[in-house]
């Protein structure tokens, strides 16, 4: 088993989890693997979104696809 590491890229932070929520979901449904990661306490501490926005995390190589779709979903400034 290969434990080589995949290349990723942070293509949008959200300070609001709903926001990044909706957004990786249209990845899903553009068929873009996607990761988010959120550090709010499990949403009790929507402070700490401030400090530490949400994150959507992509390979690389998906980079300009996943930044297209948010793009056209409005979620991204193009």
Avoid at 26 to 43: C, K, P
């Amino acid at each position: 088993m290969s434990r080589d590491r995949i290349p990723t890229t942070i293509v949008a932070r959200f300070h609001y989890r709903h926001q990044a929520e909706l957004a990786h979901g249209y990845l899903e449904n553009a068929g873009v693997d996607a990761a988010l990661l959120i550090d709010d306490a499990g949403g009790m501490d929507v402070g700490l979104a401030f400090v530490n926005p949400a994150r959507i995390v992509v390979r690389t190589e998906d980079e300009e696809r996943a930044r297209g779709v948010l793009v056209d979903a409005g979620m991204l400034e193009g």
